[in-house]
């Protein structure tokens, strides 16, 4: 059997791991069941890759986040591995095939979603496989008091009846210890190990600033800290408006966000990654697959609606161990603006009930139908059809999908329909004269059955890579076949994909996820306090004040955090300051309203003092509040 480390040095290059990897690896090699928790950038898919590799058969591996598996996937096949995703838009024939592939084509890896887990089929054959590690990612899902909760991961148990003597491994970039015990019973854990790595972040200084004017201090930063940069931003329309704010005044930026085509991300992303941007403005779509070691700003120019959120996008920077700067500027309309976001946004009951009627109504699907149909959606003519907002909307869209009534994937696509409407010898003696299209019709004739018959589904992305055009020129090319009355053609953009999951129910549907709804509702408004909690107590360290959300409370103050720095400024205490305080408190113990009274320091000042006193344990708090000199 491989070392692990011949594994890495293989497969990743490189000669050592990360803290806690090689002891978790090392426990699911041993049959264990782990928990791993992984601060962001803490290599947890590695955890489970290399044991999976060593041992003979396949690697079950659970995840909520298309964008996550495709990208892992991805990397596999780039490394010589064989790896596969079923995630949706595939038909009951290729999940037939991939299936049998993983049974007997040597597959490593298969990556598969809590939903897609639940299918008949998927099981069966699952049974069939030589598992030898079940991997759960982003495991605080499981949880109904995580704060992404699904209760389809409940159904992961299934994989431990279908190969009870398999082990299984859960990983979480964060979770509270009641999170940790809920995930250990969910996935039936026996005694399972439990890997943490402290959350903090030595080289990376958290900065809260006060501005009114965010795009001057943008600025100000991104010229003192030239490295590269991440904003984060509330939406769509702020990537672009910032963006092109900072290419105006000569720094170099890109933009992401949900919207975007796949080549569009993917050039967006390769422009920055190649340092060609210094700077990406982008929404919290910005995220899976994130590797790059030199960002050294990362700014966020709203309010994150967690501090989970925050902890795994401000984590980017510093990857390095350079150091790094996670900023959030701040001013007096965030709260209003973020609790409108977060808060006010949040679709009741009702409401949802609304969404997923229209919805079902909108793709003509029968009461007692629908399940696995698959459906191109364009959420803007959607909201615009039943005159709904579109922030509750888009949110009552992701609760459906978080609780598997529906998967809603993100991506923009080019649907079109053709069909041609002249006979065979007019349409040849056409094309004889436009050579163009006549590629276009050719390859339209040879992979669509039914096109002189019926409008038929094409598929331009697809055209275009055969014929070697852009698949803006070929519906440039079908639209002028259109406006001759060749064919006729219909073409519109979807910026999502929807895959009905249970059968329409209509208010039965709704009322079995209302408990869950609203329980996760509570907890997001728990979590923005949080973040309001943050970001207005700057006496506290910022860096203590994130990890004791975390449960580490032995953590030290960082000296580089904004509160940090404000405070050294403070500090700079003389020895007769110290000495003025301790000859008040000889004769008896003061309060700091009494001490401030008798001498000529203000209250920051003698707060300062005081605090500086009390750490050197010269001075101790009684239970009046009321300070004195410390006894030895």
Not at 90 to 112: A, V
Not at 315 to 330: K, M, S
């Amino acid at each position: 059997m491989k070392h692990p480390i011949e594994i890495l040095e293989h497969y990743w290059k490189f000669s050592e791991f990360k803290p806690q990897q090689e002891a978790i690896i090392e426990a699911v090699l041993a049959n264990e069941d782990c928990i791993a928790l992984l601060p962001t950038g803490g290599g947890k898919s590695i955890c489970f890759q290399i044991p999976a590799l060593i041992k003979d058969g396949i690697c079950i591996v659970v995840s909520p986040l298309i964008a996550l598996m495709q990208d892992q996937v991805n990397n596999l096949k780039e490394k010589g591995i064989k790896a596969m995703a079923l995630t949706s838009g595939y038909t009951y024939d290729d999940i037939d095939r991939m299936l049998d592939n993983c049974i007997y084509g040597n597959y490593k890896f298969l990556y598969l979603s809590p939903e897609r887990l639940q299918q008949d089929l998927v099981q069966e054959r699952i049974k069939q496989m030589n598992v030898n590690v079940i991997a759960v990612d982003e495991a605080h899902c499981i949880s109904q008091w995580g704060h992404d909760f699904r209760p389809a991961y409940r159904d992961i148990k299934t994989l431990r009846t279908l190969h009870p003597s398999v082990n299984v491994i859960g990983l979480t970039a964060s979770a509270t210890a009641k999170v940790v015990e809920d995930i250990s019973t969910q996935l039936d854990c026996i005694a399972p190990q439990i890997f943490k790595t402290s959350f903090q972040r030595p080289n990376l200084a958290y900065l809260t600033l006060d501005c009114e004017d965010k795009y001057f201090k943008t600025v100000q930063i991104l010229k003192k800290y030239a490295g590269t940069s991440i904003i984060y931003v509330r939406n769509r329309k702020a990537t672009l408006e910032i963006s092109g704010y900072l290419n105006k005044i000569g720094i170099t930026s890109g933009y992401y966000h949900g919207g975007l085509s796949p080549k569009e991300k993917d050039t967006q992303f390769e422009r920055w990654t190649a340092n060609e941007n210094q700077v990406m403005v982008a929404t919290n779509a910005f995220g899976m697959g994130i590797d790059k070691a030199n960002v050294q700003t990362v700014i966020h120019h709203n309010l994150p609606e967690s501090l989970e959120s925050y902890y795994q996008e401000a984590g980017r920077a510093g990857r390095n161990n350079e150091n790094a700067y996670a900023v959030i500027l701040r001013n007096t309309s965030d709260e209003k603006n973020s609790k409108s976001q977060y808060i006010n946004g949040l679709p009741d009951i009702a409401f949802l009930k609304n969404v997923y009627k229209r919805l079902c109504n909108y793709f003509q699907i029968s009461y007692g139908e629908g399940v696995d149909t698959v459906h191109n959606f364009n959420f803007k003519l959607f909201c615009s059809t039943y005159s709904l907002p579109s922030i509750l909307t888009y949110n009552a869209l992701k609760i459906l999908d978080r609780t598997s009534i529906i998967s809603l994937e993100e991506r923009f696509k080019n649907t079109a329909f053709l069909q041609i409407i002249i006979g065979n010898t007019a349409l040849f003696n056409y094309i004889e004269k436009h050579p163009k299209q006549a590629l276009i019709i050719k390859v339209v004739l040879r992979s669509h059955e039914g096109v002189f018959d019926h409008s038929t589904e094409i598929f331009t992305q697809t055209i275009a890579k055969k014929i070697n055009l852009s698949e803006d020129e070929v519906i440039s090319h079908l639209t002028a076949l259109n406006k001759a009355e060749i064919v006729q053609f219909e073409s519109s953009k979807t910026d999502a994909q929807i895959t009905f999951i249970e059968p329409r129910e209509d208010d039965k549907t709704i009322h079995r996820i209302s408990k869950i709804v609203s329980q996760q509702q509570d907890l997001k408004k728990a979590q923005l306090q949080s973040v309001f909690d943050y970001i207005k107590n700057d006496g506290i360290c910022k860096s203590q004040k994130l990890l004791s959300y975390f449960e580490e409370i032995d953590s030290k103050q960082c000296g580089i955090c904004s509160s940090c720095l404000e405070r050294s400024k403070k500090s700079v205490i003389s020895e007769s300051d110290s000495k003025t305080i301790l000859t008040l408190l000889k004769t008896d113990a003061l309060s700091s309203r009494k001490l401030e009274a008798l001498s000529t320091f203000n209250s920051e000042k003698l707060t300062t003092i005081l605090t500086n006193l009390l750490e050197k344990e010269l001075i101790e708090l009684t239970e009046r509040n009321t300070y004195k000199l410390k006894t030895s």
